[in-house]
């Protein structure tokens, strides 16, 4: 399995972007896609993530803000960041689960600037 994350970059405080992240390979139909994000020094925390039944789960910090949604081929993920604020800026990292297995994609810089 292989997670290919896009999106991010310099984003100005107030503004929206979007992320996007394509899983492909052996992926059991039955599985969460979620975004976390890690500040230098801070633990990976959750941003949001989506059930393949569409049930969605969202951190505090970006309720109301941030929206994340599936493609139609089900192995994309979007997030959808409106509203974005400096405390925002970190590196995304997409999450695909299903089973016992965990997989991560390699990292999205996202930074807003006030």
């Known amino acids: 399995v292989q997670l290919q994350a896009s999106g991010g970059g310099l984003v100005q405080a107030g503004d929206s972007t979007r992320l996007s992240c394509q899983a492909s390979?052996?992926?059991?139909?039955?599985?969460?896609m979620g975004w976390y994000r890690q500040t230098p020094g801070e633990q990976r925390e959750l941003v949001a993530s989506?059930?393949?039944?569409?049930?969605?789960n969202y951190g505090d910090s970006v309720k109301g803000r941030f929206t994340i949604s599936r493609g139609n081929d089900k192995n994309t993920v979007y997030l959808q960041m409106d509203n974005v604020k400096p405390e925002d800026t970190a590196v995304y990292y997409c999450?695909?689960?299903?089973?016992?297995?965990?997989?991560w994609g390699q990292g999205t810089q996202v930074t807003v600037s006030s």
């Open positions: 989506i059930s393949s039944g569409g049930t969605t």
């Open positions: 999450r695909l689960s299903f089973t016992r297995y965990l997989f």
């Open positions: 390979g052996k992926i059991f139909r039955i599985n969460v």
